[in-house]
């Protein structure tokens, strides 16, 4: 029973700060890399930022590196996404994701998503 609950979307002006949150249950946290993706109408898929399980080594998309900053807390199963200095193209919904790999193959995992509006 995988579940992922992102929150902290809303609307934001340009140039201000949104804190994006997922709480993780169904699996043991700790072990998987997590990551945040986002889907602007009409676009596809991006992955926005990806965090180790540790919370080592994040890897963010050029669009985001150096505004953006993927944490996470492995004692609260959470991972978080400090959003700054947000541009009009950084509205999307943002998903949390993980994929897990099992004997077989793989799986990835969704919340429903949480909208940013950054408006200008």
């Known amino acids: 029973q995988v579940q992922l609950v992102e929150s902290g979307g809303g609307l934001v002006q340009p140039g201000g700060s949104l804190r994006l949150s997922c709480v993780a249950s169904?699996?043991?946290?700790?072990?998987?890399?997590m990551s945040w993706y986002r889907q602007a109408p009409g676009k596809e898929r991006e992955l926005v930022a990806r965090i180790t399980s540790n919370g080592g080594s994040p890897n963010y998309a050029d669009s985001v590196k150096g505004r953006f900053t993927i944490s996470r807390d492995n004692a609260k199963n959470t991972v978080y996404l400090q959003m700054n200095s947000l541009k009009p193209e950084d509205t999307a919904v943002y998903y949390c994701n993980v994929r897990i790999l099992r004997v077989g193959g793989h799986m990835d995992y969704w919340g429903k998503g949480t909208l940013v509006t950054v408006s200008s």
């Open positions: 169904g699996f043991t946290f700790n072990t998987y890399a």
